[in-house]
Nanobody, 126 residues
Framework: QVQLVESGGGLEQAGGSLRLSCAAS????????MGWFRQAPGKEREFVAA????????YYADSVKGRFTMSRDNTKATVYLQMNSLKPEDTAVYYC???????????????????WGQGTQVTVSS
């Protein structure tokens, strides 16, 4: 079993930046392909970004491409989501997700992920 704990959410003005972190409880973190998803009030959870276990591959939703950057530090068993040029439409609960697969690749579907964090709220004011 793996526990994922997100942090770094909060209230920010439009145009500002936030960095989310997601810490995993397993030392074999390098085998986990990771993703970030978000869910706004009244909307379905949607894909934001993904990174392969090796960290060599990343993939982003069109809505965040060029503004958000996902990275990982396997020595700290942590992934990050750097969010720049924030917009009010980025307001949502952000969830970290993990996929344990020997294949290091990116996944964008919710069903591909077995482990989920509890979420962290991001609110962007206009």
């Amino acid at each position: 079993q793996v526990q994922l704990v997100e942090s770094g959410g909060g209230l920010e003005q439009a145009g500002g930046s936030l960095r989310l972190s997601c810490a995993a409880s397993r030392r074999t973190f390098g085998y986990f392909n990771m993703g970030w998803f978000r869910q706004a009030p009244g909307k379905e959870r949607e894909f934001v970004a993904a990174i392969s276990g090796s960290g060599l591959s990343t993939y982003y939703a069109d809505s965040v491409k060029g503004r958000f950057t996902m990275s990982r530090d396997n020595t700290k068993a942590t992934v990050y989501l750097q969010m720049n040029s924030l917009k009010p439409e980025d307001t949502a609960v952000y969830y970290c997700a993990g996929n344990r697969n020997s294949q290091s690749r990116v996944y964008s579907a919710m069903n591909d992920y077995e482990y989920w964090g509890q979420g962290t709220q991001v609110t962007v004011s206009s």
